[in-house]
């Protein structure tokens, strides 16, 4: 009796082994559609168990913690998670094991401002625009590399950041300022960091055609060495904005306002960057092209390009080309 007894306690063992482990790997999802589950910092093993099944993670709360007993030697990583499709119980525990957070991926193009990148992150709805704005208006992150800097701008560089739930906009500036000295370093920048990094935003605003920018960056460089103003629109608009009065459009007092950005009033570079450059706009800062341009305007066609002149009067006759094929593209679509 006794030897069918323990025969009898094997078999059910080994059932109920089966059924455990049928019952780790069965998929479940009691949600529909996306869930987002924060997994608090300093949660205990029974609270994430409750957690995951009151949000239809898993199926039973003693899932999670028979995987934890299992594996009591693995830590469990706080954070946002998404769940969007059925897992079992080994799966879940798996995720969290390994991090696997959930990331917002933040996109700045070249030639975002601060104010635009505050505008951009605060969409994602992680911290404020203020938040970002203050973070960036504290200079500690680049001052050994640009004491001269007034904010971060032009030392946020433009790529995509993935993002927690737990980034702060603190952070989110050393990813960005860290990113900018990677790329510097590479392109062997040296040590006339700020200028360099004022001339590229200019750059970076005025052509999005990359194979210009080492001619736009040669035409700044001659209005430099010749003492003339860069009469530079972008520069104008960025002072507009930083007064609180852009409006959308240049207007003629813009154009007459006494400001250290106003490249029409001010003779040299503006004080600092006015936007955020990139790789290419960085290295013609650094590598201008060798001509002896001193003007450019965009040319008629619409393609984005410009002509570039070395005289006055070569310039006026771009500029006659431009309006009259401005006016040309008007009446055309007038007619149609």
Same mark, same amino acid.
């Given at each position: 009796?006794?030897?069918?007894?323990?025969?009898?306690?094997?078999?059910?063992?080994?059932?109920?082994?089966?059924?455990?482990?049928?019952?780790?790997?069965?998929?479940?999802?009691?949600?529909?559609?996306?869930?987002?589950?924060?997994?608090?910092?300093?949660?205990?093993?029974?609270?994430?168990?409750?957690?995951?099944?009151?949000?239809?993670?898993?199926?039973?709360?003693?899932?999670?913690?028979?995987?934890?007993?299992?594996?009591?030697?693995?830590?469990?990583?706080?954070?946002?998670?998404?769940?969007?499709?059925?897992?079992?119980?080994?799966?879940?525990?798996?995720?969290?094991?390994?991090?696997?957070?959930?990331?917002?991926? %933040?996109?700045?193009?070249?030639?975002?401002?601060?104010?635009?990148?505050?505008?951009?992150?605060?969409?994602?709805?992680?911290?404020?625009?203020?938040?970002?704005?203050?973070?960036?208006?504290?200079?500690?992150?680049?001052?050994? %590399?640009?004491?001269?800097?007034?904010?971060?701008?032009?030392?946020?560089?433009?790529?995509?950041?993935?993002?927690?739930?737990?980034?702060?906009?603190?952070?989110?500036?050393?990813?960005?300022?860290?990113?900018?000295?990677?790329?510097?370093?590479?392109?062997?920048?040296?040590?006339?960091?700020?200028?360099?990094?004022?001339?590229?935003?200019?750059?970076?605003?005025?052509?999005?055609?990359?194979?210009?920018?080492?001619?736009?960056?040669?035409?700044?460089?001659?209005?430099?060495?010749?003492?003339?103003?860069?009469?530079?629109?972008?520069?104008?608009?960025?002072?507009?904005?930083?007064?609180?009065?852009?409006?959308?459009?240049?207007?003629?007092?813009?154009?007459?306002?006494?400001?250290?950005?106003?490249?029409?009033?001010?003779?040299?570079?503006?004080?600092?960057?006015?936007?955020?450059?990139?790789?290419?706009?960085?290295?013609?800062?650094?590598?201008?092209?060798?001509?002896?341009?001193?003007?450019?305007?965009?040319?008629?066609?619409?393609?984005?390009?410009?002509?570039?002149?070395?005289?006055?009067?070569?310039?006026?006759?771009?500029?006659?080309?431009?309006?009259?094929?401005?006016?040309?593209?008007?009446?055309?679509?007038?007619?149609?």
């Amino acid at each position: 009796m006794d030897g069918r007894r323990w025969a009898l306690a094997a078999v059910a063992a080994l059932y109920l082994a089966a059924a455990l482990g049928a019952d780790f790997q069965r998929r479940y999802a009691g949600f529909q559609g996306e869930l987002l589950l924060e997994i608090p910092r300093g949660a205990t093993s029974r609270q994430i168990a409750r957690l995951l099944e009151h949000n239809g993670v898993i199926r039973r709360e003693w899932h999670f913690l028979a995987a934890r007993v299992l594996r009591r030697n693995e830590t469990l990583q706080a954070g946002e998670y998404k769940f969007d499709r059925p897992a079992s119980p080994w799966e879940v525990y798996d995720r969290l094991v390994r991090g696997d957070v959930h990331f917002y991926l %933040l996109r700045v193009p070249e030639g975002a401002n601060m104010f635009e990148i505050a505008q951009m992150a605060a969409r994602l709805g992680l911290f404020g625009e203020q938040e970002f704005l203050a973070a960036a208006r504290s200079t500690e992150l680049i001052r050994d %590399l640009a004491p001269e800097a007034a904010t971060l701008e032009g030392y946020l560089f433009p790529a995509t950041y993935p993002l927690t739930r737990r980034t702060t906009a603190e952070e989110l500036c050393r990813m960005m300022t860290a990113k900018f000295r990677e790329v510097w370093a590479e392109l062997g920048g040296g040590s006339r960091v700020h200028s360099t990094v004022t001339l590229a935003s200019l750059i970076e605003k005025e052509t999005a055609v990359a194979e210009e920018r080492p001619l736009i960056a040669s035409v700044f460089w001659n209005r430099l060495k010749r003492g003339m103003p860069l009469q530079c629109d972008p520069t104008t608009i960025y002072a507009a904005m930083l007064d609180g009065r852009w409006r959308g459009a240049i207007y003629r007092s813009d154009l007459d306002r006494a400001h250290p950005y106003n490249t029409y009033r001010v003779t040299g570079l503006p004080p600092g960057p006015i936007a955020n450059p990139g790789r290419e706009s960085l290295e013609a800062a650094l590598r201008p092209a060798d001509t002896d341009f001193t003007y450019f305007v965009a040319k008629a066609d619409g393609s984005g390009g410009h002509t570039f002149s070395a005289s006055l009067e070569a310039h006026n006759r771009a500029v006659w080309r431009l309006r009259n094929g401005t006016r040309q593209a008007l009446r055309q679509n007038q007619d149609r």
